[in-house]
């Protein structure tokens, strides 16, 4: 993952739109799939603003077993008849490596998740797909450890790794996490992958989330993931940080307003 190895700037064509490319990579949708009908209008919605991937988790790591769990494969079915009507790539979470092969017959792209970021057997199972994945920093992670885990997926042969900072943990309760701005520009320097940032995971707060997205670009994102729904106060998941299709459409300008600038 390191520049002296690879001295070009990784781009990834997903569906027509390179990811690391000219334009600002805008993936959105709910962070749970929920009913078919909700995840077309979203989708719709999105793709008039201007996305160029839908997001929504079918397998959720929810920090309570009771909350819940996911639609699984029946969500999977759902993205892929949303791909199917606006043409928009497919983003979905993957837990387990016995699950991989399922999730990548459906998604463009495997998403890892911030819990999962050092599950190296979940790593070298996606690194085996050569799909496109994208992989969300842990938490509680340094930068290195997060490029090691680049590693782990590119040494298996898949060089179509997409970085994702979601935010770290630190002492301020004011937001769910701190989004590390700090983090998009070392990898850039590091790293010659894809960065993008989601503010929805980084701020926690739906209020704060577009200022965010902007200030992720500024420090020179490849793009934004956010978390979208048509009511945020019914989603399934994660309804605080997540914007509504109005939102999502100014925040969708000012991000392209922002990356012509850069
Ligand atoms: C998500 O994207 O809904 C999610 C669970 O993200 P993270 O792994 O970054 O917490
Ligand atoms: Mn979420």
């Known amino acids: ?30 962070c749970s799939v929920e009913t078919r009908e909700g995840l077309l209008e979203i989708a719709r919605a999105i793709k008039r603003s201007g996305a160029h991937m839908l997001r929504g988790g079918a397998f959720k790591p929810r920090s309570s077993p009771y909350s819940f769990q996911g639609l699984g494969e029946e969500g999977l079915k759902y993205l892929a ?14 837990m387990e490596p016995g699950l991989v092969p399922l999730v990548a017959e459906y998604v463009d792209v495997l998403q890892i998740g911030a819990r999962n970021m050092q599950n190296f057997p979940l790593l070298k199972a996606v690194g085996r797909t050569g799909k496109p994945v994208l992989l969300k920093r842990g938490f509680s992670n340094t930068i290195e450890e997060w490029l090691m885990s680049a590693e782990y997926i590119m040494a298996e042969g898949n060089p179509n790794v997409i970085l994702c900072e979601r935010g770290i943990r630190t002492f301020e309760t004011y937001t769910r996490n701190t989004l590390d701005l700090n983090a998009v520009p070392v990898v850039k ?26 200030a992720g670009i500024a420090a020179g994102a490849h793009g934004a993931i956010v978390e979208v729904h048509k009511d945020p106060t019914q989603a399934w998941s994660d309804g605080n940080q997540t914007i509504t299709l109005e939102e999502f459409d100014q925040l969708a300008h000012q991000v392209r307003a922002i990356h012509q600038l850069m």
């Open 189 to 214: 320097h590091l790293s010659h992958l894809p960065v993008l940032v989601d503010p929805s995971h980084g701020v926690g707060h739906a209020r704060y989330v577009t200022d965010m997205a902007r």
């Open 81 to 94: 008849d949303a791909r199917e009507e606006t043409g928009l790539a497919i983003v979905s979470e993957v």
């Open 1 to 30: 993952a390191s520049r002296p190895f690879h001295p070009d700037d990784t781009r990834i064509e997903i569906r027509g739109h390179v990811v690391g490319g000219p334009e600002p990579t805008l993936i959105a949708g709910p």
